[in-house]
């Protein structure tokens, strides 16, 4: 079965520092796209960052960047200059580019991020 | 719509009871997925909707539930005789395509049974 682990179920950060989110993931297939959701008290989850896996150079938007090692299966988050607003369930997830499930995302049980200021 | 809908926002119900959550995508997104979120976990897969075609509902956990989608418009999910373990935020999206993942989610439908 393919599996998204997420090994750090809580974690917390100043408000202003970096933290890094872990995931790691399990598929057997080469090409897939891989992805950081947010998801605030609203419950509305929001994409943060997206990576294909077919390129070498890590993702970043803002100050959220990746580092994703494919040999590894690990795509870890990094969350720059953290702000309040930052605080939310942090998932992440991953979805086939091939095949007839190129649909479905499988993700990980998440990790709750505080941000103390 | 600017964005995904879902209502009910809140849905306490009886055991036994049917429900039903409606979603309505974003206008022209002709895919749209419905996932449960128990507490504590991840998305579930529910169901997949893509145009005309034929549904994908591989995830739906029993034959209780049913989900159906009017071409590219609003989508309904229906639990029927509800049961306590059927408790759990359901969360729609909708995107252009399949998305490769680039999903536009609504802010759920919490159900509670009792």
């Known amino acids: 079965a393919q599996t998204v682990t997420q090994s750090q179920p809580e974690m917390s950060v100043q408000e202003a520092e970096t933290v890094t989110l872990s995931c790691t993931y399990d598929t057997s297939e080469s090409d897939y796209y891989l992805f950081w959701y947010k998801q605030p008290p609203s419950r509305q989850m929001i994409l943060v960052i997206r990576q294909e896996a077919y390129k070498q150079q890590n993702a970043t938007e803002n100050r959220f960047s990746v580092n994703f090692q494919k040999a590894a299966k690990s795509f870890s988050l990094k969350i720059s200059d953290s702000q309040l607003g930052d605080a939310a369930m942090y998932f992440c997830a991953y979805v086939l580019d091939s095949g007839g499930s190129n649909y479905k995302l499988t993700f990980g049980k998440g990790t709750l991020l505080t941000v103390n200021p | 719509g600017a964005g995904v809908s879902q209502s009910p926002s809140n849905k306490v119900t009886e055991k036994g009871k049917d429900v039903e959550l409606r979603c309505d995508p974003i206008?022209?997104?002709?895919?749209l997925y419905w996932y449960r979120q128990r507490l504590g976990q991840g998305l579930e897969f529910l169901i997949y909707?893509?145009?005309?075609?034929?549904?994908?509902k591989s995830g739906l956990p029993s034959d209780r539930f049913s989900a159906e989608r009017t071409g590219e418009s609003v989508s309904t999910l229906t639990i029927q005789r509800t049961q306590q373990e059927d408790s759990a935020v359901y969360l729609c999206?909708?995107?252009?395509?399949?998305?490769?993942?680039?999903?536009?989610f609504g802010e759920g439908s919490r159900l509670t049974v009792l």
């Open positions: 999206a909708s995107s252009r395509d399949s998305g490769n993942g680039e999903l536009f």
């Open positions: 206008s022209g997104h002709t895919a």
């Open positions: 909707f893509q145009g005309n075609s034929a549904p994908d």
